[in-house]
C-alpha cells in the first residue's frame, strides 16, 4: 500500500536560505571536494593493456595502466585479459596460476615462506595428450577474481599488499617481502616418435602487483587546533602525560604535556596531582600515506617563575641549534613472527618541525573553553608531520607472520634530558593508500 508524503505547509518554521559560496559577513571554515560516485554503466578503470610475450606464448591483461610495465590489481578485482598462442594445433592443456607468497628472513626467525595465494585454473583440455591433432583455440578469454583473505595458523587475514623492505639491524641485514606471479602453462603433444620425451611445455611467468586501495573514513583538517576547537573539538583527541625533572636541583617543578590529536589510542590521561603537558592529535587516527596531520603540544605549569625559568632556557641562544624541548617524529614498525618467535625492525618515516605558539590564557579543554578556573602558565607549539620517504611507500597491515604499524612519536629532544628524566610516547596510526 502507497501512502501520499506528508505535507509540511502546517509548520511555521522557515527553512533555511543557504547557498553554495559565501555571502558578505560569512566565512568558509571547511572545505573539502566530493568524491563523485561513477555514473550507473560507466567504466572507471584504466583503459590500457600489459602485454607479456615469451615462447610464441603471449598474455594479454586488461584494465592497465597505459605503457605499465608491471599489472596492477586491487581489492575485489579480477584478473582477467587474453592469452594468444602461436601454434594451438598440438595444445592438450592450458593451465594458468595465480601465486604469491610471503618470505622472511630474520636473525631470530631464519627464513620463513608463507603462501597467501595459490590458485589453478584450466583454460583448455583436449583430454587426450596423445591426440595428434587439438580443437584448441589461438585466443582464449579468461578471468580470475583475487580473493579478499588469506589463512595462516588458523587465523583469516586481509591479502597484503605487494611489498619489499630491507632491513637492517646490529650488523646484520634482513628482509621481508610479498609477492605474486602470473603463470601460464601450454601442454603440448608430441609425436608418436618422441612421446617417451615427455610432454612439451611452454610457459610465461611474470610478476603482478597487488595494491589494495583504501580511504580515511573523513579527511585530515588543514587548519590548527586553535582555529577548529570551538567549532569542531570532537575532531581532536587530548593525551595528557607528566613532565618530571631530572633533579631538585633545576629548580623546575613537576610540569604537564598535553598533546592533542586526531584520535588515536584510548591513552588515560594522568590522574595524579602533577601539572601535566598535553598532546593533541587528529581524532580520526587513519591517514593517507601523503597526509599532512597536525598536532599541537601544551606544557602546563602552577608557578610562573618555573615556566619562565623553561621558556628562557628553550629560547635561549645556547640551545639554538639543538631544536625546541620536544621531538615529533613518525616511525615504522616491521615485526615478523615465525614459530613463535618476535623480531622487530625500527625505521624513520619522517621529522616534524615545531613551530612556538603565543602562551593561553589557561589550559586547553576540548570543551572548546580555556580553563581559567586556577592560573596556569603554558608554552604552545604546533606543527604537522608527514612521511619523508620519496619511494613508495606500502601502507600499513598485518599479515600475521608480518605486522606494519606506523606511530607518531613524541619525546623529549636530547638538548632537555638533563632537565627530565626520560620521556618517549608512541601513538600508534593507521596509515591507508589514498587520502
Known amino acids: 500500500m502507497s501512502l501520499p508524503p506528508p505535507s509540511y505547509e502546517s509548520f511555521d518554521v522557515l527553512i533555511p536560505d543557504y547557498s553554495f559560496e559565501p555571502r558578505a559577513g560569512e566565512e568558509r571554515l571547511e572545505y573539502q571536494r566530493a568524491r563523485q560516485p561513477p555514473v550507473q554503466g560507466e567504466d572507471v578503470r584504466p583503459t590500457g593493456v600489459f602485454v607479456n610475450q615469451k615462447d610464441g606464448v603471449t598474455v594479454v591483461l586488461n584494465y592497465q595502466q597505459d605503457k605499465s610495465t608491471t599489472p596492477v590489481f586491487g581489492r575485489r578485482s579480477n584478473v582477467e585479459g587474453t592469452l594468444l598462442i602461436d601454434a594451438p594445433e598440438s595444445v592438450s592443456k592450458i593451465t594458468i596460476k595465480l601465486t604469491g607468497s610471503i618470505e622472511t628472513v630474520s636473525p631470530s626467525t631464519g627464513l620463513t615462506l608463507v603462501n597467501v595465494l595459490d590458485q589453478t585454473h584450466t583454460l583448455f583440455d583436449s583430454g587426450d595428450d596423445m591426440a595428434p591433432q587439438s580443437d584448441c583455440s589461438s585466443s582464449l578469454t579468461f578471468s580470475y ?193 615465525s614459530n613463535g618467535n618476535k623480531s622487530a625492525v625500527h625505521f624513520p618515516l619522517g621529522e616534524a618541525k615545531l613551530l612556538p605558539v603565543p602562551p593561553l590564557e589557561g589550559a586547553i579543554s576540548l570543551s572548546g573553553q580555556v580553563q581559567q578556573e586556577q592560573r596556569q602558565e603554558n608554552i604552545n607549539w604546533e606543527g604537522v608531520i608527514c612521511c619523508g620517504l620519496e619511494e613508495k611507500l606500502a601502507p600499513s597491515f598485518n599479515a600475521g607472520i608480518v605486522v606494519i604499524t606506523d606511530f607518531i612519536i613524541l619525546e623529549l629532544s636530547k638538548s632537555s634530558m638533563s632537565l627530565f628524566q626520560p620521556f618517549k610516547h608512541g601513538h600508534a596510526v593507521r596509515l591507508v593508500s589514498d587520502s
Not at 226 to 238: A, M, V
Not at 255 to 260: A, E, G, K, N, R
Not at 291 to 297: A, L, M, N, T
Open 145 to 337: 577474481p583475487l580473493p579478499g583473505t588469506f589463512k595462516h595458523n588458523d587465523q583469516e587475514y586481509l591479502l597484503p599488499p605487494s611489498y619489499y623492505v630491507l632491513l637492517g639491524g646490529q650488523g646484520q641485514t634482513y628482509y621481508a617481502k610479498c609477492t605474486y606471479t602470473f603463470s601460464a602453462m601450454i601442454s603440448k603433444t608430441r609425436s608418436r616418435r618422441t612421446a617417451f620425451l615427455g610432454k612439451n611445455k611452454k610457459y610465461n611467468t611474470f610478476v603482478f602487483e597487488f595494491l589494495p586501495r583504501l580511504r580515511p573514513p573523513r579527511p585530515v583538517l588543514k587548519r590548527s587546533l586553535l582555529s577548529t576547537i570551538k567549532e569542531c573539538p570532537e575532531e581532536w583527541r587530548q593525551i595528557s602525560y607528566q613532565l618530571i625533572p631530572r633533579s631538585k636541583k633545576s629548580n623546575l617543578e613537576p610540569l604537564t604535556c598535553q598533546v592533542f590529536l586526531f584520535d588515536l589510542l584510548d591513552s588515560e590521561p594522568s590522574t595524579n596531582n602533577y601539572p601535566a603537558h598535553q598532546f593533541f592529535l587528529p581524532s580520526i587516527g587513519v591517514f593517507g600515506i601523503r597526509d599532512s596531520i597536525p598536532f599541537h603540544i601544551q606544557i602546563i605549569g602552577s608557578h610562573i617563575d618555573s615556566l619562565a625559568k623553561l621558556r628562557t632556557i628553550t629560547d635561549n641562544n645556547i640551545y639554538e641549534n639543538s631544536g625546541p624541548l620536544f621531538r615529533v617524529h613518525f616511525l615504522r614498525q616491521v615485526e615478523i613472527n
